[in-house]
């Protein structure tokens, strides 16, 4: 993808036990029945079907996505529009752990928690330009589109080859009402064109198309084509990285062994605060990672 692991820090998250011990915490901060009002928790549920059929661990994953946030304290946290609820609930703890255990007035602004003494800063969310990318599929239970997952077998990956994205794209849900290819088309809320309109640069062709489609006179298949070519020309620069990195593995593992030793430093200090916080400090430790 271009990211480099000596300015951005790439960790497994597994081998980062402070994240664990939080979500424990943390989870005591949460009543049960808050944490299943999650909109988004509620909406897995219902589209993966699962009814009554899930471990305790599936909500509580959520808190752990708390922990996986407040971990590392940041200010702000780039996310798609359907984790807002998750950094909601973020936000909710750290205000109560630092209202809590740090003492600070429940009256406090926001941006002055860490200020008035707070261990977690209450984070903000950073939207990019698309808010929330659908899946190649049709919609959900609900007769929303459902959003590209990978659980829900609706999603074009970056590691995809050539074969794949057009299979992918030629097989994509688009109007369900346009019965021949001369029928008048629905641009609105169409995934084909929410696709061309994320990622195609040529504004000019998809306002020229996007007015034959609506008369008519372009079908799906023309209109899927150019999307694959645009897909394609966006992936291949991956790829070809890829590539690269699978011929050199020990590369790719010497990022990440460097990335989590990075990451386990700010959280361990983290869990180090917070348990002082929480007068748990009992014992000093340190945490290694091999070699």
Same mark, same amino acid.
């Given at each position: 993808m271009g990211i480099d692991p000596n300015r951005s820090t790439l960790f497994i998250q597994s081998e980062v036990p402070a994240i664990d011990e939080l979500t424990f915490f943390f989870a005591m901060l949460l009543p049960f029945n808050r944490v299943m009002r999650n909109p988004t928790l509620k909406d897995e549920i219902r589209d993966k079907g699962l009814g009554e059929e899930y471990s305790f661990?599936?909500?509580?994953?959520?808190?752990?996505?708390c922990a996986d946030i407040l971990t590392f304290r940041p200010a702000l946290v780039p996310v798609?529009?359907?984790?807002?609820?998750? +950094?909601?609930?973020?936000? %909710?703890?750290? /205000?109560?752990?630092?209202?809590?255990?740090?003492?600070?007035?429940?009256?406090?602004?926001?941006?002055?928690?860490?200020a008035r003494g707070g261990v977690f800063p209450i984070i903000e969310?950073?939207?990019?330009?698309?808010?929330?990318?659908?899946?190649?599929?049709?919609?959900?239970?609900?007769?929303e589109l459902l959003k590209m997952s990978k659980s829900l077998n609706n999603a074009i990956f970056l590691s995809d080859d050539a074969d794949a994205v057009q299979k992918k794209v030629m097989g994509?849900?688009?109007?369900?009402?346009?019965?021949?290819?001369?029928?008048?088309?629905?641009?609105?809320?169409?995934?084909?064109?929410i696709f061309h309109e994320t990622f195609n640069p040529d504004?000019?062709?998809i306002t020229e198309q996007q007015a034959a489609y609506?008369?008519?006179?372009?079908?799906?298949v023309v209109i899927k084509r150019k999307l694959v070519?645009? +897909?394609?020309?966006?992936? %291949?620069?991956? /790829?070809?990285?890829?590539?690269q990195f699978e011929a050199r593995p020990d590369d790719v593992l010497d990022a990440l062994r460097s990335g989590t030793r990075r990451a386990n430093v700010l959280a361990e200090e983290t869990l180090t605060l917070a348990k002082r916080a929480m007068k748990q400090d009992y014992f000093s430790r340190s945490l290694g990672i091999g070699g």
């Open positions: 661990g599936f909500p509580l994953y959520a808190v752990g996505q798609g529009e359907d984790q807002l609820p998750h +950094l909601e609930m973020t936000r %909710e703890v750290a /205000r109560r752990f630092n209202q809590i255990y740090c003492g600070v007035d429940s009256h406090t602004e926001d941006k002055d928690y860490v969310p950073k939207l990019g330009r698309v808010r929330r990318l659908v899946g190649t599929g049709g919609p959900g239970p609900s007769g994509m849900y688009t109007d369900p009402k346009r019965l021949r290819a001369t029928d008048p088309g629905t641009v609105e809320n169409n995934p084909l064109w504004q000019a062709w609506r008369a008519g006179k372009v079908g799906d070519e645009v +897909l394609n020309t966006l992936i %291949e620069p991956i /790829r070809a990285r890829r590539k």
